[in-house]
């Protein structure tokens, strides 16, 4: 579904991809996991078109998007949920979520859409109206993740979700992105708490400084020593 | 000596020259517009001061005002030589100087909201000019008593225009001598430092507050002095001349349309425009009004979009460029 | 000592401008908030729709109606043509920069409207009746203005609250990258935005014309009110600015009464100076 192919980019004089390659089938959850600064925002942020690849291949279902403006590529069916969430602090959780169906094919069903975040994430519903800015760590994450569904997406990108959180409600998260992920999503995870998202996903790559180091099956990179001994635990 | 060096002392030995050469009829109006240029350049090398570092007031207006005011009234009531009223102009625009940059100064009041406040200054003045007409005679301005017979340096009135060509360009050289000093400073590099990222200048142990408030206070001291000349050379004060919004913005207009982070930058555009300006005026007389304003306000526009170094920094930075060859790009 | 029924006009009147004025600074506001740039010759644009109302109505017969919609719709107009010719090209420039382009639209405007139109004041008579009430006289003219400043204002706030465009404006104010992750083209909601503030321009320049005369200088007189409420108010911050509006206002209409015209404009720009002092945020505080 997702293939990126040979990706290098970056921003201004610094590079932080170099030559990166890496698939995603449909309907699969891969995890890209690695230390701080390894890359792996940047690579969420190029395929989501907030940065322009300096050279490469990013494609989607066939259609060739690097480059393309984030506008459009949302409109291709990827959903970004950003480091850090980046919710709308002032506008309510409803409004937020009615964002997030800002495309017209999302807003036509935007009744469903939003029936569905509702009763995959009860609290969102109970908080419609509160200022999405005065949610808790782990409210915000979920909203965060209910206005990347209202876009109708294929395949949804995480950055960090559990950045911020408690250790409890990291694995309350991770449950409710199982759950979506069952829904029929397909998932790209960047990741820096290793142990969580490999039980989470089917495979993962390994990224350090720029390059994929590592990649398979989620089961065989856990066994892994080194991976087990530098990044398990954070 | 360098070709710069001999080019600024030979063009120096000129206008102080000029006056005493024999240029036969040189009219009264072209000393006039001379005159002025030097004086509008002085102020705008002031304003440039804050300028550059991204205080950008839109004010000034009314630390010419209040210079201009201060002194002419003083004289006319009170028979105050300038010599005495000049430096109490400037100090009372010192002390609205620092009234208003305290507080900006301290609560990290910058960019909009600092031009902003600058422009509130400025009206005030101009309002409060307005305001109290039985004494500053409101929107008709004031005229300067004649001195007549004491006409003199201690009167600072001088019937021959050749003298307040001197005074003009003493003032325009004192002007670029002060920004020169500026820049070689300390200051400056406080200065640049606080203007990319206050808190980390801060941070660093640079007293922000205190740079900001010397920085304002020489601005505006400065263009105190321009408007106590200025007063004296034309004789006569008008609240629209010499402050309020108008005139500001035609400082700011002058200094960016030559260049602001230049030594010669404020002056080249102080003279381009006056100099369009009255051509302007003889070209098209009273038939078209308003005219050479709305070919400002264009190129200042089309300048801010194109070419934001004016001309003669444009200029300067591309002599720079083919002065020193072009060094390879670091692999 | 003054007849407290004249302070009770004053009162009166001034809450009739503060209407007026607030119009004024929300559409400057809502540019600022949304594009971060603060459009000096905001005022200047008033005048031209004041211009534009003036002519149809004296030249060309326009029943004043329709030519104040007229003058909305020349508003949005000169608010797109504002964005896209001068604004866009230096939305990364310096603040100066920006500060001086808009500079230089004063200038332009300003001169161009002396040379095409001269110095000449020009006003809309309206021939609407003086009301009497309870002793003071109030202008219909000015009341039929403040309700439909107020209902500008209103229209504004639910193009803001219930519609997508003016929620996702409000939106790209707080994030604009997070915006355009749901699809939206933040350089389209900007235009949209400088069309909808320059449509405000419009709304108050139709509605002060019937109140006041127009000529090139215009927004000399009134630009720098406006900009001053933006600030009190906190800049950036509609609640704050439609506030700030009314105080200032009421310093302008009473001291005007007590002391002299000019003397009310005076105090009221020395509380703003005060003030900042005091909160340089602004009372309500800045936008963050």
């Known amino acids: 579904m997702l293939e990126l192919a040979d990706v290098t980019a970056g921003y201004g004089a610094f590079t932080a991809l170099w030559g990166v390659s890496l698939r995603v089938a449909a309907g699969e959850a891969v995890a890209v996991v690695g230390p701080n600064g390894a890359g792996k925002t940047t690579l969420l942020r190029t395929v989501s ?12 279902e066939g259609a060739e998007l690097a480059g393309r403006p984030a506008y459009e590529v949302v409109a291709h069916g990827i959903a970004h949920v950003p480091e850090g969430r980046r919710l709308f602090p002032q506008l309510t959780v409803a409004e937020n979520l009615k964002m997030g ?62 950045m911020g959180l408690a250790p409890v409600m990291v694995l309350r998260l991770f449950d409710l992105i199982r759950r979506v992920r069952e829904e029929g999503y397909t998932i790209l995870v960047v990741e820096q708490n290793v142990r969580q998202v490999l039980k989470l996903v089917d495979r993962a790559y390994l990224l350090e400084v720029g390059r994929i180091k590592m990649e398979g099956r989620a089961a065989d990179l856990a066994e892994q020593d080194f991976v087990r001994k530098a990044y398990v635990g954070l | 000596m360098s070709p710069g060096r001999l080019a600024a002392g030979l063009g120096l030995l000129v206008l102080v020259l000029v006056p005493v050469l024999p240029l036969g009829a040189a009219e009264e109006y072209i000393w006039h517009v001379i005159i002025q240029i030097f004086f509008w350049s002085f102020v705008g090398t002031a304003w440039s001061l804050m300028g550059r570092f991204g205080l950008v007031s839109l004010g000034h207006g009314a630390f010419l005002g209040v210079g201009a005011y201060t002194s002419v009234l003083l004289w006319n009531l009170l028979a105050m030589t300038p010599w005495v009223g000049g430096p109490l102009a400037v100090l ?4 609205l100087a620092l009234v208003v940059a305290y507080p900006c100064s301290r609560f990290q009041v910058v960019g909009h909201y600092f031009a902003l406040v600058t422009l509130a200054v400025g009206e005030v003045v101009r309002l409060l000019i307005i305001a109290e007409r039985d004494w500053t005679g409101g929107s008709l301005g004031v005229s300067l008593k004649t001195a007549g017979t004491a006409s003199g340096l201690w009167t600072l009135q001088f019937p021959d225009k050749r003298v307040f060509y001197y005074v003009g360009l003493g003032v325009w050289l004192f002007g670029l001598w002060v920004w020169a000093r500026v820049d070689r400073s300390m200051a400056r590099s406080a200065m640049e430092a606080i203007g990319e990222d206050e808190t980390a200048a801060a941070a660093v142990g640079i007293h922000v507050t205190r740079f900001k408030m010397g ?12 408007g106590v000349l200025l007063a004296q050379y034309l004789a006569y004060a008008n609240p629209d001349t010499l402050s309020g919004i108008g005139v500001s913005l035609r400082i700011v207009f002058a200094v960016v349309l030559g260049g602001m982070y230049s030594l010669l930058g404020p002056s080249v555009g102080t003279a381009l425009t006056i100099a369009l300006s009255e051509y302007l005026r003889i070209y098209f007389g009273i038939k078209l009004i308003g005219i050479a304003e709305t070919l400002y306000g264009l190129a200042l526009i089309l300048f801010i979009i194109f070419l934001p170094a004016g001309i003669w920094g444009s200029l300067a930075a591309a002599w720079r460029r083919r002065a020193t060859p072009a060094r390879p790009a670091p692999a | 000592m003054i007849d407290p029924i004249f302070l009770v006009e004053a009162v009166v009147n001034g809450v009739l401008l503060g209407g007026v004025l607030a119009l004024l600074a929300l559409g400057l506001n809502l540019i600022f908030g949304v594009v971060d740039i603060v459009w000096i010759a905001y005022v200047d644009l008033v005048a031209l729709a004041m211009y534009a109302v003036y002519f149809l109505v004296t030249l060309y017969g326009v029943p004043l109606w329709l030519a104040g919609l007229a003058g909305i719709g020349v508003g949005a107009v000169l608010g797109v043509l504002v964005h896209l010719l001068i604004i866009s090209p230096i939305l990364t420039s310096p603040p100066i920069n920006q500060l001086l382009a808009t500079g230089g639209l004063l200038f332009f405007i300003q001169s161009f409207a002396t040379l095409l139109w001269s110095t000449d004041h ?28 107020l209902v500008a204002m209103i229209v504004l706030y639910l193009f803001l609250t219930r519609t997508y465009t003016g929620t996702a404006i409000r939106a790209v104010s707080q994030d604009r990258e997070a915006i355009a992750l749901m699809g939206a083209r933040p350089q389209r909601l900007y235009l949209v935005t400088s069309a909808v503030g320059g449509a405000m321009a419009g709304v108050a320049g139709a509605l002060l014309i019937i109140q006041y005369a127009v000529h090139p200088y215009f927004g000399a007189a009134f630009g720098p009110l406006t900009f001053m409420i933006c600030v009190l108010g906190g800049l950036g911050n509609m609640v704050g600015a439609f506030f700030a509006a009314f105080i200032m206002a009421q310093v302008i209409s009473v001291g005007g009464v007590l002391v002299s015209t000019e003397m009310g404009y005076v105090i009221a720009f020395v509380i703003f100076i005060v003030l900042i002092f005091v909160r340089p945020g602004g009372i309500f505080g800045r936008r963050t």
């Open chain 2, 215 to 226: 920085i304002t206070a020489l601005s505006a001291a400065l263009t105190a002095v321009g």
């Open chain 1, 49 to 60: 078109g907030l940065v322009a690849p300096r050279s490469g291949h990013v494609r989607f």
């Open chain 1, 101 to 162: 169906a800002y495309l017209p094919a999302a807003r036509a069903r935007f009744r469903e859409s939003l029936e569905r975040v509702y009763t995959l994430f009860p609290v969102l519903a109970e908080r419609q109206g509160q200022r999405a800015g005065s949610l808790s760590g782990g409210e915000q994450q979920m909203l965060a993740v209910g206005r990347a569904l209202m876009s109708r997406p294929r395949l949804i990108l995480l950055d960090e979700p559990s």
């Open chain 3, 122 to 149: 020009r006003s809309v008579r309206v021939t609407l009746p003086t009301l009497e009430v309870a002793g003071i006289f109030v202008s219909f003219t000015r009341l039929v203005a403040f309700a439909l400043a």
């Open chain 2, 92 to 95: 009372l625009a010192l002390v």
